[in-house]
Each structure stands twice: as structure tokens, then as C-alpha cells.
């Protein structure tokens, strides 16, 4: 079965400090890696995707097969960024992708003034 | 509506009763799923609705858990003779799904708190 495992349930650093969310998973085939973010009050929403290898509000995830990390890095947070992240991990099952999505256990950011 | 609708967005209710949530996915997603987001357990998945259909229900916790699908739009959560430990977050989720290539971006609801006093 598959599993994430978030190391860090708090994080805190100060405005324009560099910040890494790590994330590591378990599965031995090829998952699909995304990171979400839920704001207060907000509803959860996607950050990124490992496929999209794109960077949004600054931030940017590499998915390291032989680590078996998806880990989140921004160089410069802003107070704006203070929020629950979450890594998740989908896969595939027998060729059909149901697409649900394994969660960890969430890392809780708060970018100080 | 824009996005994924749930209601009730908060439930109390009393140990024993059965209660019923409900989610409007985005219109013309046809994958939805529900989740459970607790204290102790974090976001676990609860079913999976491909339409009207359920090929995966392997995260519903008890056989007092179900769920429905129907028109292959709005879903029904019931938990029948509800428990303590059953208070948590619903949270329902709903993609859009190209058959033989996943566009497995997930799009949440607010979700439904539920109490069980």
C-alpha cells in the first residue's frame, strides 16, 4: 500500500527566509505526486503537480525517484504563504486510474513578519 | 456553480441518529470522491463515484457508511447510527476524466462538520 509521510507537522521561519516542506512517500510503482493548500478559512485547493513541473506563488517541487521525495521549496516566503500544506500521492490500479489520493499528514507554515 | 458545493456546512447531531450529506460536483465532472479529514487521522479517502457508479469504496470505515451517486452528478453521503468518533470534516472532491488519460486534478468542497455529541 501506499503512504506519505510529512515529517514536520510546524514550520516556522520569517518573511524572506527560504522554506522546504519535506515529503516522502512509499509506493513502488509510478505515482503521480501533487501538493495542496488550504488557507484559512479556504477550502483545500492544488498547488502543484509533479507532471506540470511548474511554479506557482513562488514555489516549486521536484519529484526524486531515488529518494522517494517530492519535497516543497519556495526561496523567499511571504507572510501570504502561511497555510496547511499537504503532499498527496495518486496511482494507478491494475491500468485504471481511480486517481484517489493518499494524503499525509499535513505540515502546518507560518511565515513570520 | 462555480465549484464544488457541499451542504449541510456544519451538523450536529445526537449519538444514534443517521444524518445525510451531500455534494454538487462541478458540472460535467464525472469522478467524484469523498474524504474524511479528522484530528487523529488526517485527509483519508472514504469512496470513489466514476458516474453513477462506485468501483472503489475501500476507505468507507464501517458498514454504517454508504453512498450514492445519481445522474452522475450530485452525491449523498449517509452514516447511519452515527458515533462519537465519526465527528470529523466531509470533504468531497470532483474531477474531470477523459477515458485512457486521467486528468486527475481534484477540486474540493468546503466541506460538511460533523458532530456527534
Known amino acids: 500500500a501506499q503512504r506519505v509521510t510529512q515529517p514536520e507537522k510546524l514550520l516556522s521561519v520569517f518573511k524572506g527566509a527560504p522554506v522546504e516542506l519535506k515529503c516522502n512517500y512509499s509506493?513502488?510503482?509510478?505515482?503521480?505526486l501533487f501538493w495542496y493548500v488550504q488557507y484559512s478559512r479556504q477550502r483545500l485547493q492544488l498547488l502543484l503537480r509533479?507532471?506540470s513541473r511548474e511554479s506557482i506563488k513562488g514555489f516549486t517541487a521536484d519529484l526524486n525517484k531515488g529518494e522517494t521525495s517530492f519535497h516543497l521549496k519556495k526561496p523567499f516566503a511571504q507572510e501570504e504563504d502561511s497555510a496547511m500544506y499537504y503532499c498527496?500521492?495518486?496511482?494507478?490500479?491494475?491500468?485504471?486510474?481511480?486517481?484517489?489520493?493518499?494524503f499525509g499528514q499535513g505540515t502546518i507554515l507560518t511565515v513570520h513578519p | 456553480g462555480a465549484g464544488v458545493s457541499q451542504s449541510p456546512s456544519n451538523k450536529v447531531t445526537e449519538k444514534g441518529k443517521d444524518v445525510e450529506l451531500r455534494c454538487d460536483p462541478i458540472?460535467?465532472?464525472?469522478?467524484l470522491y469523498w474524504y474524511r479529514q479528522s484530528l487523529g487521522q488526517g485527509l483519508e479517502f472514504l469512496i470513489y463515484?466514476?458516474?453513477?457508479?462506485?468501483?472503489?469504496k475501500s476507505g468507507l470505515p464501517s458498514d454504517r457508511f454508504s453512498a450514492e451517486r445519481t445522474g452522475g452528478s450530485v452525491s449523498t453521503l449517509t452514516i447511519q447510527r452515527t458515533q462519537q468518533e465519526d465527528s470529523a470534516v466531509y470533504l468531497c472532491?470532483?474531477?474531470?476524466?477523459?477515458?485512457?488519460?486521467?486528468?486527475?486534478?481534484?477540486?474540493f468542497g468546503a466541506g460538511t462538520r460533523l458532530s456527534v455529541l
Open positions: 509506493y513502488s510503482g509510478s505515482p503521480e
Open positions: 509533479h507532471i
Open positions: 498527496a500521492l495518486s496511482v494507478n490500479a491494475g491500468g485504471t486510474s481511480y486517481g484517489k489520493l493518499t
Open positions: 472532491a470532483s474531477s474531470f476524466k477523459i477515458i485512457g488519460l486521467a486528468k486527475n486534478i481534484q477540486y
Open positions: 458540472s460535467g465532472h464525472t469522478a
Open positions: 463515484f466514476q458516474g453513477n457508479s462506485a468501483p472503489d
